[in-house]
């Protein structure tokens, strides 16, 4: 198993660029989430899924859109990406909502 | 709105020593999840240990362990024995066990650094 992967590990856009954060899953967990974690602010759930075709909004939507095709693949969109966005992301996954939630190794996002 | 403070930024140990880390959290909810994360340098995060809140009886996960007071809405992290790898962020977080919620709630995070 190789857990949560994302791609890629690192990134740099500039303003108004749009980009696609990947995250996949082979432990075929119905849910997943995006957060992104800044300095001092711990993590922020951006999206949620809880199966393929269902999503939900977080914490901090505004500026991300997602969408859940497959069991195994939640991607992120930045569709015009602003430097607010600089951060670095990480998904999760769990089996069900009861369980524990297993995290990627993260995506640093510059956007200058 | 449920919200998680970790009102401690930064903490130090001497290995072999024990630490406690502090969490408050704020719910008008019954039932809920507790946790927390280690994030260390390579920036992984790694639960810790988890706490269900209808059971009494505090986690323990090896030389971690929690004290859990549902009354006092508090959940803090007691490291015994400390070691070097034991260095990290560690996060604090929320979770409503309400049905179709599933929502983490986080807090700040303390930094752990353990002095040989």
């Known amino acids: 198993n190789a857990g949560v992967t994302q791609t890629p590990k690192f990134q740099v856009l500039k303003t108004g660029q749009s980009m696609t954060l990947q995250c996949a899953q082979d432990m075929n967990h119905e849910y997943m989430s995006w957060y992104r974690q800044d300095p001092g602010m711990g993590l922020r759930l951006i999206h949620y899924?809880?199966?393929?075709?269902?999503?939900d909004q977080g914490e901090v939507p505004n500026g991300y859109n997602v969408s859940r095709s497959t069991t195994e693949d939640f991607p992120l969109r930045l569709l015009s990406a602003a430097p607010s966005q600089t951060s670095v992301y990480f998904c999760a996954s769990s089996r069900g909502a009861k369980d524990t939630q297993y995290f990627g190794p993260g995506t640093r996002l510059t956007v200058l | 709105a449920q919200t998680v403070t970790q009102s401690q930024p930064e903490m130090s140990v001497q290995e072999a020593e024990t630490v406690t880390l502090s969490c408050t959290y704020d719910?008008?909810?019954?039932?809920?999840?507790l946790f927390w994360y280690k994030q260390p340098p390579s920036r992984q995060m790694i639960l810790v240990i988890r706490?269900?809140?209808?059971?009494?009886q505090n986690a323990t996960e090896n030389r971690f362990s929690v004290n859990f007071q549902k009354a006092a809405k508090s959940f803090s992290l007691k490291i015994s024995d400390s070691q070097l790898g034991d260095a990290a962020m560690y996060f604090c977080a929320y979770r409503s066990h309400t049905s179709g919620t599933y929502k983490y709630i986080f807090g700040t995070g303390t930094r752990l650094k353990v002095l040989a």
């Open positions: 719910t008008s909810e019954s039932d809920y999840y």
């Open positions: 899924s809880v199966g393929a075709g269902i999503t």
């Open positions: 706490q269900e809140a209808y059971k009494q």
